[in-house]
């Protein structure tokens, strides 16, 4: 089944204390990348790569690091985590194939709380 | 991207057509319309997307006004498990990947 996964579903953690977020896909997609949703501000992009060892920052990338190393994983690192950071967080996949249509492909989403 | 305009809710009842509208009037040439649905903080998922033409999958059908201007997302027989946020986004097709840019949506509610 095509398919993006991520792990934890839920995770409850200290301040300052790293955490990685796994993110990945079986359907051989070029771009992935990584949203967080908040209450009246929507789902917002924290980075985005096009394919492998290559990443950029998405609008709020503060805080949050990630990193490319093989086509199907894009894990997001939060090396000291802040109460701002409590979130539901999404990882999507695309293809960037001419005869695909760009629709994006979410995983069933991290809710994080940061105490 | 062009920004897009829609009721922040809508009821429908079971069984009935849900139609959905968006406004986007300052959508450009080479812009799609793409649709997306949330169901109760799950990841969004894809419905379906069209530059002019109208076009109809599985899920539903989507209604594009001549002008380009505003489109409509039909669901031509809404069930309970269709109770989502609903997003209209304007895009490019440039396979560039790109963020989508999520708005606030149409919080639809499909009753008994």
């Known amino acids: 089944e095509a398919q993006v996964t991520q792990n934890p579903r839920y995770l409850i953690t200290v301040t300052g204390k790293k955490l990685t977020v796994t993110c990945s896909q079986n359907m051989n997609h070029e771009y992935m990348s990584w949203y967080r949703q908040d209450p009246g501000l929507g789902l917002r992009q924290i980075y985005y790569?096009?394919?492998?060892?290559?990443?950029d920052k998405g609008d709020v990338p503060e805080g949050y690091k990630v990193s490319r190393k093989e086509k199907r994983n894009f894990p997001l690192i939060l090396e000291s985590p802040s109460p701002n950071q409590t979130s539901l967080y999404f990882c999507?996949?695309?293809?960037?194939?001419?005869?695909?249509?760009?629709?994006?492909?979410f995983g069933p989403g991290t809710r994080l709380t940061v105490l | 991207d062009a920004k897009t305009t829609q009721p922040p809710s809508m009821d429908c009842a079971e069984g009935r057509a849900a139609n959905l509208p968006c406004n986007h009037s300052t959508i450009s040439g080479n812009e799609y319309v793409y649709w997306y649905r949330q169901i109760h903080s799950q990841g969004p998922q894809y419905i379906i997307h069209?530059?002019?033409n109208n076009e109809t999958n599985e899920m539903a059908s989507l209604i594009i006004t001549e002008d380009r201007k505003s489109s409509t997302l039909i669901l031509p027989h809404a069930t309970l498990r269709d109770t989502a946020v609903y997003y209209c986004?304007?895009?490019?097709?440039?396979?560039?990947?790109?963020?989508?840019?999520f708005g606030q949506g149409t919080e639809l509610s499909v009753k008994p």
């Open positions: 069209g530059l002019k």
């Open positions: 986004i304007v895009r490019p097709l440039d396979n560039q990947g790109g963020k989508l840019i």
């Open positions: 790569s096009m394919n492998v060892e290559v990443t």
């Open positions: 999507a996949s695309s293809s960037l194939r001419a005869d695909s249509y760009n629709e994006q492909f």
